[in-house]
């Protein structure tokens, strides 16, 4: 379910082309994977992350812009797709270390995902930028980190609306013993 949502997030432009800042479209591929995260727990998250990245590297058209392929490696963004493995990871352990989770749980859970999403995906961009696309001498790494900021306060808003909304449905899962607590340590069993 969380491969079609990411899917779903990473093209909603094509649905509402307004949401763009300077031509780059907005995605809400990081409101799903911390949902991803603090839902499914921190294995199971991550798990759907890597399944969402196979899919769009074997081709199928999954990625912002429905774009897929290998070719997508060599992309300045792809950084952002592999940090959500390492974010809906990192969400899900901050959730689980609590054996009841508050909302403040969960939008402290949520900051510290961003921060692993920014940390790898900025850095992979300044990579991509300086070697794949042999921008070296125009782009700094600086220079990368202060076009991020640009996004950075829709991001907080995604993110914090994301911790809002995902008490209420874990709750529910876990109440309902869809996914309970000791499903993550033993064998990622939904309903064990």
């Known amino acids: 379910m969380f491969v079609a949502l990411m899917s779903i997030g990473a093209n909603i432009t094509a649905w509402a082309p307004?949401?763009?800042?300077?031509?780059?479209?907005?995605?809400?591929?990081?409101?799903?994977?911390?949902?991803?995260?603090a839902l499914l727990?921190?294995?199971?998250?991550?798990?759907?992350?890597?399944?969402?990245?196979?899919?769009?590297?074997?081709g199928v058209p999954v990625f912002a812009?429905?774009?897929?392929g290998l070719g997508a490696v060599l992309?300045?963004?792809f950084g952002f797709i592999?940090?959500?493995i390492f974010t809906a990871y990192v969400t899900g352990k901050v959730?689980?270390?609590?054996?009841?989770p508050t909302l403040i749980t969960f939008i402290l859970a949520s900051i510290i995902g961003l921060f692993f999403n920014y940390m790898i995906g900025t850095n992979y961009m300044y990579l991509a930028l300086s070697f794949f696309m042999d921008t070296q001498e125009s782009v700094?790494?600086?220079?990368?980190?202060l076009v991020m900021l640009v996004y950075l306060p829709v991001d907080l808003l995604t993110i914090v609306a994301a911790a809002l909304?995902?008490?209420?449905?874990y709750k529910i899962l876990h109440k309902s013993t869809m996914i309970t607590p000791s499903s993550n340590v033993q064998g990622d069993r939904l309903g064990s």
């Open 140 to 145: 700094t790494y600086i220079g990368t980190w």
């Open 75 to 77: 992309s300045p963004t």
């Open 82 to 84: 592999i940090s959500f």
């Open 165 to 169: 909304f995902a008490p209420r449905v």
């Open 18 to 37: 307004f949401l763009q800042i300077g031509g780059v479209p907005i995605t809400l591929q990081t409101f799903f994977c911390f949902l991803a995260g």
């Open 65 to 68: 812009g429905f774009k897929g």
């Open 95 to 100: 959730i689980e270390s609590k054996k009841h």
């Open 41 to 58: 727990g921190s294995r199971r998250g991550a798990l759907a992350m890597v399944v969402y990245l196979f899919v769009g590297l074997i």
